[in-house]
């Protein structure tokens, strides 16, 4: 069976040019180059995104993940290339695109500032042309399930930004749309606000087939809400795949971390490990897969050391992440 794609990119180029005073203009009719002024925000961008799959997109600041986003939105236009989202061009058809797309853009509201919070979500019904009952059941859910009860009457304006970012999902999914668009959904917010985002996007919308699409700086995010990641970098894609591919490619090694009850003589150990770095009396190590078992390394440490504790595990995903990205500055 032919896979579904939701989104598809080729060869996209955007460049924004920038606005020239009259005198400007006129200097540049008598300019040698014809080349604008203007520097490629994104560069022959290609990408597939299958119906139903949960895609980050992650870059330094500036590396084009919002004009990316905002092509496949359809609020901007690609100076070159094609986008197709579920066989709509978004700019060209914008008005049955945004039909089936929600969007939560994380420094921007979408929600009216000085209405109450339900205010807001009747205007989109008669935006979105929903049934008494289709609006009903979907905002009786919405509500139940990222806990607006309590702000369903307070303006937009007296909300906290984690409440504010609640009440910005449900209207980006009051229409029940099949795809949802997240340009840095958690900027700003505290750790127990971002839980309550990524909980509800992990255990209410990915089991309902929605594609999602995401933008953010955070590796937890990631790591909670996506299945996959595109890695940008002065708008170019850099890699993709997921973060067990990132992580097999730059550090297949396993992390050891060791608490000893008192710092050992650190040229008995056994072989195969590395130490990376030396804080009191813990010790990071590293171990290459090939090299040793952890099933033999983990009993003859304990047997050899008064060892306090002990925690085996992978390079962390901001690691891998960071290591990539210094790779690619160079
Ligand atoms: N409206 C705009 N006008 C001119 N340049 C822009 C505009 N928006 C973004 N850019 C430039 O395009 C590049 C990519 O920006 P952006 O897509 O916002 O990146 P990101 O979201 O990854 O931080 C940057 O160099 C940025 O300065
Ligand atoms: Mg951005």
Do not use: C
Not at 223 to 251: C, Q, V
């Amino acid at each position: 069976m032919m896979e579904d794609i939701h989104i598809q990119a080729r060869n996209l180029y955007k460049t924004y040019y920038p606005a020239l005073s009259f005198g400007q203009t006129f200097k540049s009719w008598f300019a040698y180059s014809s080349t604008p002024a203007g520097q490629n925000a994104l560069s022959d961008i290609s990408l597939e995104i299958p119906r139903g799959a949960a895609v980050g997109l992650i870059g330094p600041n500036g590396a084009g993940k919002s004009t990316l986003i905002k092509i496949i939105v359809g609020v901007l236009r690609p100076t070159s290339g094609q986008i197709i989202v579920a066989n709509r061009v978004p700019y060209k058809d914008r008005m049955r695109h945004v039909a089936d797309l929600g969007v939560v853009f994380g420094q921007r509201t979408q929600l009216w500032w000085d209405l109450p919070v339900i205010d807001s979500f009747r205007l989109l019904k008669d935006i979105y042309d929903l049934s008494n009952n289709a609006y009903v059941d979907s905002l009786d859910e919405l509500v139940a399930l990222l806990k607006l009860e309590p702000i369903l009457k307070k303006p937009v304006r007296q909300l906290s930004l984690g409440q504010r970012m609640r009440a910005e999902f449900a209207a980006a999914l009051i229409h029940r749309p099949s795809l949802l668009i997240l340009d840095e959904p958690t900027i700003g917010l505290d750790a127990l606000a971002k839980q309550a985002i990524r909980g509800f996007i992990k255990h209410n919308l990915r089991n309902r087939g929605t594609t999602l699409l995401l933008t953010t700086h955070d590796m937890q995010d990631v790591e909670e809400m996506t299945d996959s990641l595109y890695l940008i970098g002065k708008g170019r894609i850099l890699s993709k795949g997921t973060l067990a591919d990132l992580r097999a490619r730059f550090f297949p090694d396993r992390i050891l971390d060791v608490e000893f009850n008192e710092l050992p003589d650190l040229n008995t150990l056994p072989k195969g490990l590395r130490i990376d770095n030396i804080s009191g009396n813990n010790v990071s190590f590293s171990l290459s897969k090939s090299a040793v078992s952890s099933k033999s390394i983990i009993p003859s440490l304990y047997a050899q050391y008064d060892i306090i504790s002990l925690r085996f595990g992978y390079q962390s995903a901001e690691e891998v992440v960071r290591t990539f990205y210094e790779e690619h500055e160079a």
